[in-house]
């Protein structure tokens, strides 16, 4: 570990569940997570990437190997896994952008399955083992504030998390409930797209954001852990683009 944990902070010894937690932003979450001196546990439907990201992790960090894509296997692992104080959901597979002439709608659909229902089965099973005071947080995307062409469909799933995000906020309170709509991240979810399309689109977003350069996973997993130390915030999607939504 490159920094000593934080021994007195309000994240010291909490339990924090991180559904997608093996890699890219659930992976840069849980470590600033065990940073600020809490514990985390990573779930991922590969174990391969949950041996490989507990060994960046500290001895007491724990991994479990659970499709999201069914229902019965997130009620499962919440009976499992017992108390904890937040749940962070980031799981999610590569979408392709495609214009809708060539868009395949029964594949489409299934791009639902982990980003949509996944979250939704998580809160259902996961909420009651939540601490007193403890938080839910998902993600979507800036797609749902500004679409790109040819990207209407994770356009549409960034806005119904947006949607669901503020539905649950009222549904649990007072369980806070948010969400980060994250922007373009330098992460394997563009790992679809050929080098050489994907260099070309990092920098087609680079030179569209204020900021001149990509998100890195570091980036959001600054804001998750805010939205699970902000004691006053709930049904608010966070957006975290580099100002990209504005030019």
Known sequence: MENEPKTNGVLTHKRIVILGGSSGIGLATAKAAVGEGANVIIVSSNQQRISAALELLPAESSGFSVDLSKEENIKTFFEQVGNFDHLIYTAGENISMNMMEDM????????????????????????????????????SGSFGHRPSKGY????????????????????????????????????????????????????????????????????????????????????????????????
């Open 104 to 139: 395949d709608i029964e594949q489409a659909k299934s791009f639902l399955n982990i980003r949509f229902w996944g979250a939704l089965s998580a809160i259902k099973y996961g909420k009651a083992h939540l601490n007193e005071g403890g938080s839910i947080t998902l993600m």
């Open 152 to 247: 209407s469909l994770g356009a549409s799933i960034c806005g119904a998390m947006d949607a669901f995000t503020r539905a649950m906020a009222v549904e649990l309170a007072p369980i806070r409930v948010n969400n980060i709509a994250a922007g373009v991240i330098r992460t394997n979810l563009w790992d679809g797209l050929s080098e050489e399309d994907r260099n070309g689109f990092y920098k087609y977003m680079e030179d569209a954001s204020l900021l001149k350069r990509i998100g890195e996973p570091e980036d959001i997993a600054q804001a998750f852990i805010y939205l699970m130390k902000q004691p006053h915030t709930t049904g608010q999607s966070l957006l975290i683009d580099g100002g990209s939504v504005l030019v």
